[in-house]
């Protein structure tokens, strides 16, 4: 986590290797502090602070269940309510004392609630484990994310609409192996992103499905013997029901497993359009400038326009995609249930989460600002041959040739540009005679880059009547 060390625990409190007091916590059977390097490999505070929200839900949400099935006292259950409000106030206005000694947030929020009302703080850990506690944290954290995700790329695909929307008819080289392919329009090139990420959505909302449920009261591992009710937990919490197993439900990351995986794709998808920005704002290809907003200078080169955002975007990808490396690792070897290991499945997940937003907010910007160069791609589509495609289907369709047929015909003539030092357009229709006789002038209205791409009227196609009509359908979709 890149600002990990801004955000360093207090040490001072308990973690000097020669205090010789009992950890406060879980000091019953230890009679000394762990030394200082015990404490830094152990504690978790630095990275799980940002836990402190869900955590204090989760304490309330057990608290009060606590109270109802008679197991605490309704005063502590108050007392204890009341205390986790002033908590959250203090962390809120940053006048709260993280301490590294106190290892983790359930323990630094517990401490804290101690001081402030005394033994009753005890009471909040009846029926409960640090162990249920962090996955129920966890997965309300992991939920957030994905519904800031997920509005996240309805924001980019609307941003890719408008650009759509008004180059629905701008037309643009289309590549396979990065060679001059068939022209297509830009307008459709934006959609094939906008399908994209609609499926990133789909897969973040299932992801989101198969998280809900509450592991709250599988306590350590076992459950508890306290009679408490899991489904008044889980339904405070905003789950759908409970967990059904206790082992499962304290050793299960593959929500997190599964929300990096499709982090992982998503991320992908946006390295793939940073990379054609990139291309895109190349000076050879000039088919788009960005805005000052997302472009930096050189410190030496003075005409440069350095596209950084989406270079940065594109390597986000990489540390992404190293993230969920990084928890199918820490979590192949591991048996049931609890391992201290599990601590490590959390800053992987907060870094990719919080780098893929930045990612899609950076994108959407970029994508918002930049500015077609329509001469530009419009040149581009014309070369390379690009309409030859259009050519061969013209003679299966005017002529009846077999397509194969048609496609060596075209070849030849393709030569014979080529040889000229023209497009197909700059043959005259004696050259093209010249290669087959059953070519009459009608041919050339098959082969400007625009009708081209007004002839490709299939469902899905480039025509810039199929690219508006699918334009008001995602409109209408994502209304
Ligand atoms: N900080 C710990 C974690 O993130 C909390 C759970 C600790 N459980 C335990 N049995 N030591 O995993």
């Known amino acids: 986590m890149s600002n990990d060390n801004s955000d360093k625990p207090d040490n001072a409190a308990g973690s000097d290797a020669n205090d010789q007091s009992a950890n406060e916590m879980w000091g019953g059977r230890f009679a000394t502090s762990p030394d200082a390097l015990m404490e830094a490999i152990n504690a978790s505070i630095g990275f799980d602070q940002r836990l402190w929200r869900q955590d204090i839900a989760g304490s309330r949400a057990h ?67 640090r162990n249920d506690q962090v996955a129920t944290d966890f997965r309300l954290y992991v939920r957030d994310a994905l519904e800031g995700l997920d509005a996240a790329l309805l924001g980019f695909q609307h941003a890719l609409l408008v650009k759509a929307e008004s180059h629905a008819a701008t037309v ?78 304290v050793s299960a990351r593959d929500f997190a497993l599964e929300t990096l995986s499709a982090a992982a794709i998503c991320a992908t998808h946006m390295s793939r359009l940073a990379e054609e920005i990139v291309i895109w704002a190349s000076a050879p290809f000039s088919f788009i400038s960005l805005s000052d907003a997302f472009s930096t200078g050189s410190s030496i080169m003075p005409q440069k326009r350095n596209p950084d955002a989406a270079e940065l975007c594109r390597a986000k990808a990489g540390r992404i995609i190293g993230a969920l490396s990084t928890l199918l690792v820490v979590m192949k070897g591991l048996p049931l ?3 201290k290991d599990m601590q490590e499945d959390k800053e992987p997940v907060f870094d990719a989460l919080e780098s893929l937003s930045l990612v899609i907010a950076a994108m959407t910007g970029m994508v918002g600002d930049l500015v077609v160069n329509e001469d530009a791609m419009r040149d581009a589509a014309a070369g390379g041959f690009s309409t030859a495609t259009d050519l061969a289907d013209w003679l299966v369709r005017a002529g009846g040739l077999p397509f ?12 014979l540009a080529e040889n000229k030092g023209c497009g197909l357009e700059g043959l005259s229709l004696e050259e093209m005679q010249s290669v087959d006789k059953r070519i009459t002038k009608e041919v050339f209205s098959v082969l400007s880059v625009e009708a081209s791409v007004a002839s490709r009227t299939s469902f899905g196609g480039t ?14 979709q994502l209304s």
Not at 404 to 415: D, L, N, Y
Not at 470 to 475: D, E, G, L, S
């Open 404 to 415: 194969r047929e048609a496609h060596h015909v075209t070849g030849s003539i393709v030569a």
């Open 337 to 339: 249930a609890y391992s």
């Open 172 to 249: 643009m080289p289309g590549f396979t192996h990065l060679q001059t392919a068939q022209p297509v329009t830009f307008g459709h090139h934006c959609l094939a992103y906008v399908e994209m990420a609609s499926r990133d959505r789909g897969r973040f909302s299932d992801a989101r499905k198969r998280l809900n449920e509450s592991p709250l009261g599988a306590a350590a591992l076992a459950g508890t013997s306290f009679p408490i009710d899991r489904d008044a937990t889980a339904k405070s919490l905003g789950f759908d029901g409970p967990t059904r197993n206790s082992l499962d439900s």
């Open 63 to 129: 608290a009060t269940m606590l109270g109802t099935q008679g197991i605490v006292s309704a005063d502590d259950v108050t007392a204890i309510l009341k205390g986790l409000d002033a908590i959250e106030a203090r962390i809120e206005t940053g006048d709260f004392k993280f301490s590294a000694a106190l290892e983790d947030i359930h323990m630094n929020i517990e401490a804290h609630l101690k001081d402030l009302i005394g033994d009753a703080a005890g009471r909040l850990h009846t029926a409960r484990s």
């Open 463 to 476: 025509a810039p009547t199929e690219v508006a009509k699918q334009v008001a359908w995602w409109q209408n």
